[in-house]
């Protein structure tokens, strides 16, 4: 089996590659490369590895015929088009953590150098003046700090803070009580955040609900003096309305290390006294440049090699340790949704994916992953757990997970309904031996069977004769028998009859067998 072959197009860490070599990726190095010498090497790799400077557009995309994951060495993917590598399967991480501390450690510091006007000062003073009577600073001591985001950096700038004696308000829509009390902070709406801070901070990603979170509107309900400190990202801040608000007083200084442009060559804040930016610096330390290369490296090599997803963006993760445990039941899912996906018939309306006993107490994303690309493999022969939930939606399926703690019949069962024109049709199964999936009932009818490889459905009335009848059928056409699964719901009534054969059926064996005595259903599937 040929090694996994990645391309790192960005400039990074050395040790980014060594890490893939030693985890059994071949890697090519090629940092600046056009977009055209891009696209046209691209089908080689399986793993693309970047930073900032190269951009995965759809057209890129398009042409990865091979690829299975982009990685992102860095927070932002704002040079990835998500939607098209979620269409095409391919996995897009990131390395959210590898510069938490640096990008804090810069707002704590753009802080600091708003309420001394250091920048100013220090201009000054290098031009031979002396203006010690210019510059009258504040403390931090004693203040309070508003953050707009209270998630990985924002808590570790609100630790930073309170170890400044600084009191610290957070509004995050996703902030628990619980966790504002773990990390220290008060929980409050917006509003109140706005009306009580001395200095703000931002540590949100940009979206349609956090673009121009400080509006111009919202600039205007700040205490009056305040100081606010982006370092997360351009677009968070209505530029315009903070300039006018730092020529009212309104606002007492601002320091930005992102624009909602750029680079930034121009904007309505450069030239004002009361603010101080830096060029997008965040993540600029020497340290974390080499954690986010060999955190992406560490990441990617997992999932080519052994299937573990750790900080992916369109698909649920899945460690390394994980991956072993969770593959059988990966494997019974996928059976389960390709089952069901060939025997339901009309437009499906839904999807209910049920986890009983132990395989309750494993993570249910992977599981519905693999159950959707199952089902979704009936529609399109380019789908994996990827885009399978992508193309699900897209077709306007209705999914749900459900979870049962109490045990059942079977130690672990999955069981999978989709909701058809004709009604609900339900499939189950469970492991043997922890690691062998078998199907254990179809639309109602217990049946022990492997799904695996090529297989006749059958469903006839239970009348003596019948399984001698379709063994001649199969036998003077030539085709082997590999396993025979019966099953019924009552004596003399419908039977369903599962044999998995060693070759495809052709179609005049399957009209054949349709045409047999008591035959209702004759259907060949593929697994």
Known sequence: ????????????????????????????????????????????????????????????????????????????????????????????????????????????????????????????????EWPKNDFMGVEVTGKTLGLIGAGNIGSIVAARALGLRMKVVAYDPFLTEERAVEIGVEKADLDTLLGKADFITLHTPLTDET???????????????????????????????????????????????????????????????????????????????????????????????????????????????????????????ENLGSLVGQL????????????????????GKPIEGAVLAGLMRQYSDTVNMVNAPFLAKERGLDIRSIRHEKEGAYNTLLRVTVGTEAGDRSVAGTLFGADAPRLTEIFGVRIEAELDGHMLYIVNEDAPGFIGRIGSLLGENGINIGTFNLGRRAAGGEAVLLLSVDQPIPDDVVKAACALEGVKTVMPLAF
């Open 1 to 128: 089996m040929s090694k996994p072959k990645v391309l790192i197009s960005d400039k990074m860490d050395p040790n980014a590659a060594r890490i893939f070599e030693e985890r059994g990726c071949d890697v090519d190095v090629k940092p600046g490369m056009t977009p055209d010498e891009l696209k046209a090497v691209i089908g080689q790799y399986d793993g693309l590895a970047i930073r900032s400077a190269t951009k995965v557009t759809k057209d890129i995309i398009g042409a990865a015929d091979n690829l299975k994951v982009v990685g992102r060495a860095g927070i932002g993917v704002d040079n990835v088009d998500i939607p098209a590598a979620s269409a095409k399967g391919v996995v897009v991480m990131n390395t959210p953590f590898g510069n938490s501390i640096t990008t804090a450690e810069h707002a704590i510091a753009m802080m600091f150098a708003l309420a001394r006007q250091i920048p100013a000062a220090n201009a000054r003073t290098q031009a031979g």
């Open 211 to 333: 673009r121009n979170i400080l509006s111009k509107e919202n600039l205007a309900k700040t205490k009056p003096g305040v100081r606010i400190v982006n370092c997360a990202r351009g677009g968070l801040i209505d530029e315009a309305a903070l300039a006018e608000a730092l020529d009212s007083g309104q606002v007492a200084g601002a320091a930005l290390d992102v624009f909602q442009t750029e680079p930034a060559k121009d904007s309505p804040l450069f030239g004002k006294s009361n603010f101080i930016c830096t060029p997008h610096l965040g993540a600029s330390t020497t340290e974390a440049q080499v954690n986010v290369a060999l955190q992406v490296a560490e990441q990617m090599a997992d999932y080519l090699v052994s299937g573990g997803v750790t900080n992916a963006l369109n698909m649920p993760s899945l460690s390394a340790e994980e991956a072993p445990k969770l593959k059988p039941y990966m494997k019974l899912a």
């Open 344 to 363: 339901a018939h009309g437009n499906l309306t839904k999807i209910s994916i049920e986890r009983e006993g132990a395989a309750a107490e494993l993570s």
